[in-house]
């Protein structure tokens, strides 16, 4: 309530107080807020490793927010550690956390925290497709497009960078006119339906 700032003013002082007495007795979602506080130094003066400690905490009892977040932390504060960053981003997106799965497929694409693995990186990226992730969207197009870790298919890649498209992710719509351009009116139509039918079956009916 205090962090949030619902009824009351937003205080983020108070609110540190009420999640460090909830985060000791062990509470997960308690251990993570006061992590984001710490990590954003908001409240508090800001802590690296004080918020380490407290998404460690709740990371360890699964808490899909927190171990995403101790992966950005390992890639983008000063305690880098891609191992790591992979490491908690993995466990998180076994869970289907769409943000953890999205990083994971970039972890194997870019070959940050694994060895590079074209195939895996398309298996996660379509993992979080499949929930709307626009980003892992337009590069399971590209992919598809390149054929790297998949079988080239002009048709899926359009499809995935039109649904990327419609989902606001900025560079879609060139990559996806370029596309088009290449291919007839028959895939055009065939990428535009299955495209519809992915996002009318809230992406149950997408292959």
Known sequence: MYKEGRGISQDFVQAGIWFEKAAKKGNHLAQTNIGQLYLQGNGVEKNVKEAEKWFLLAAKQDDVIAQTNLGFLYLQSGIKDEQLAFKWFYKAAEQGYVTAQHNIGVAFDQ?????????????????????????????????????????????????????????????????????????????????????????????????
Request: with cysteine; glycine share 8%.
């Open 111 to 207: 070959g940050i925290g694994t060895a590079p693995d074209a195939e895996k990186a398309a298996e996660w990226y379509r993992e979080a497709a499949l929930q709307g992730n626009s980003a892992s969207q337009f590069n399971l197009g590209v992919m598809y497009f390149n054929g790297q870790g998949l079988k080239e298919n002009k048709e899926k890649s359009l499809k995935w960078l039109i649904l990327a498209d419609r989902n606001g992710f900025a560079n879609a719509r060139e990559v996806r006119q370029s596309i088009a351009a290449q291919l007839q009116k028959s895939a055009l139509d065939k990428a535009e339906k299955a495209a519809d039918a992915c996002l009318e079956s809230g992406y149950r009916q997408c292959v």
